[in-house]
């Protein structure tokens, strides 16, 4: 069982903060990997907020690949934050030519385009970079969008962590996700680390995705170039919260009327049960089976944590306002934030989604049987 | 043979026979009840003569004192060997006797009477099941394990104090993005049923009797209204009762309309004076016991009562054309048809078709999918049971239902059409009494519910078929438990409260089974329809037809 770490916080944080509140939890992850999830950016990327990034692990050769790649697409490097790799990395993790973040220029040709057009072509150029790299293993890609930085190595977090020195100036970020990886029933691989990314969504889940191979299979015949992958089981959860909010046009609170929708008789009370019950009957593939902490961020920095039906996984909320985590274990809490009221500490039940909203003022619980908030 | 007999080409002794009658001369009180209640006469009360040599007493020995015959007649039972009179191994006789002196036993090798049972040219026809022994091992469903057990990094969960939905979709499911928007805009959604994933499959009110209805119709009432459970019925072609038709317990019934369309100039009737849609329409395209053949109620069963509902002269016999009568394309047909259906109840009740098991069913699937009012798909495998069939068709027609649900599933995967339009799969389900087993290896390799019929025969009202060649007179109305038979002298040994006692009996005891086979995979909040990475089987060619893992 992998543990999970989130914050988010009105001052600029460094990673090695997430990495440390895993570090406390060392017992629920076995050190198989590490992945880290950062934006809302501050440092010299704050200044380059619309400016996508990219985010990948390279060989030197995939770097050669990549320039000339983005050079034809016309894409400019806008500004790059160089991690140098020590020669000799820690056991446990491979020997790597290049941690890849860059920020680019939008190329002229995209100018004037819409909002859902751009972010359609970000993430097929993401998707296009990852298959070049599958071909040959030059290039792994997280990530590529505004504001946004994402890190993955095998190995223990603070070693990797120590190894290539996250503590540094320029990386920072106002909202952080930090997965510590229990390597469970699949093949270790860099893609089946979590947080996993897409278009602006980030989530990561600890426990098993029991009901992956339907979830899996509904997914990536919806026509949708994005839901590809699912080295992890776990990927589903990032893609059916995309799937909720883009595709169905729904708010955040409907993400866990998809994953575990109500029993039928609290349904018939429900003030949207109409609505409910067909969003349980069409969405029916995309019902998770636990036992899961899902915990993610929205394209606007909004923080969240959700339990499967069950509530079979660890997490609590807590913090101040202006700065709130999200941890799998009560330590990691503590350790995040130890100046915090913890009567005010809430752990998510299996009703319950735990959302902070971009101006970090207060942590806010919307339970299942409460009325959804739709447009009206 | 009697020594004044003749010998035809079809004369058969006991030794030629399938069944063999044993009988105990020295336990027999010679009551006559056995001979009273065999369904076929297969037995008779036998008159019999024997020799026993007397010989004198020693004192009595003297010249010309030798010994002596003396005959005697005794009195017993006799069987027949004429192949219309031959024994069907039903054990009735068994069951009546006071002093278990008489049961029949399975020849110990290959039957003659085989050959011999087309005379006047008729081929055999004949109730029952698929006459194919079991191999060791069980069949392919059988055979099929679960295998995701969860184990540390995901907690197994308590069957038996856990919380379980474990309900199915019939209907169209409309693909989210679509569904949503139509409710927004308040346009027509395709009605959809939340059922229990255990369909009792047609068999329609004609085929069986009376009080088997009734029984199944009680048990099935109490199991929605004490104890919560959506089961639902299937009539199979043949209508329904006018009370049924006119009370609240309709929605618990799925209409069958087969190519005979019997009983549906009542169901028109009864209409304005429904208080309930019912739960769905069936349109029967074939059924696996006898695929590419139309049902058949034979004269034996068609009495006052049936003739009423079908709206036939009583005592004729009922074939349905292999396929409906306006059919000459599937577009045509099935579309027509369902759009029928649909407008008869306002567009309120959701409607689907029903094939046998075969090779075509993908097409017929694809034209379904295209299909917006298409419900559903159930498809009848090979072993599917029947009223009345040849026994060619039930023994070598159609095709298995395992890898033909998969094949349709893996389809409909590929369209992106997997929650659309659910498939049901039956034929053979629990035929070997592994019926939760059966059941949830079909849901997971991508049924959304299975039908089954003969296990609830056997279960609920103790049907002694068996795919040896037993019994099997289910077509001609002489069934020896009165599960089957229109006569009221046999149908009055079933008693309908005892048959909804076990028919609620299996459905709870099934539902337990299933948490016990879905909670160690650690599956509770949904049906793990399609959930194939659970599933394994010790055949590496099965396991490859039905892409899922090979374990030894």
Redesign the interface.
Known sequence: MCRLFAVTSEEPQSPIMAVKALDVMREGHDGSGVGLFMSDLGGPLEEMKGAPILSGIFTNEGLKRLDQYMMNLGFMTKYKLSIKVPKNPPAGVPRRDIYLVRAYEYPEAWEGLSDRELQQRLLMTRIQLRSMGEETGDMIVYSFWPDVIMIKELGDPLSVAEYLRLDREELQARVILAQGRQNTNYAINLYACHPFFIQGIASMTNGENTAFVPIREFLSTRGFPGYIGYQSDSEVFTHILHFTLNRLGLPLEAYKHVITPLQDDDLERHPNGPLLKQLKHSCRRLIIDGPNCVMGCLPDNTLFVVQDRKKLRPAVVGGRPGLYAVSSEMCGLDAAIPDRDKKKDFQPMHLDTAIIRPDRSEVKICSQTEPLPLPL | MLSNGTLTPSTLSVKDLLWQIHWEKDKCTLCGRCTAVCPVHAIELGVHRKRSVRLPALAEIGPGSGGSNVYEVYHGIRQKTDPAYACVGCATCSLVCPNDCIAPYRSDEVDKLRFHINRGGQARSRGGRRNVPEFAGGSVLDRIKFI?I?ML???A?DAGR??F?L?T?LGR?????E??RL?REQGW?PP?R?IYPLIIGGMSFGALSPNMWEGLQMGIAYLNEEIGMPVRMCTGEGGCPPRLLRSRFLKYVILQIASGYFGWDEIVHALPHMKEDPCAVEIKYGQGAKPGDGGLLMWYKVNKLIAAIRGVPPGVSLPSPPTHQTKYSIEEAVAKMIQSMYMAWGFRVPVYPKISGTSTALAVLNNLTRNQYAGGLAIDGEDGGTGAAYNISMDHMGHPIASNIRDCYLNL????R??EIPLFAGGGVGKNGKLAANAAALIMLGASGVQCGKYIMQAAAGCVGSESDRCNVCNVGLCPKGITSQDPRLYRRIDPEKVAERVVDVFLSFDMELKKIVAP??????L??????ALAINDADAAQRLQIQYVV
């Open positions: 995701r969860s990094t995901d907690p969960l856990h919380e939905e309900r979709l499911v409309l693909p989210p993005e569904n949503l409710y959604i959809v939340e995967v590929k369209l992106g997997q929650n995979l650690g599956r509770s909040t949904s793990p329809i399609g959930m194939s990475d």
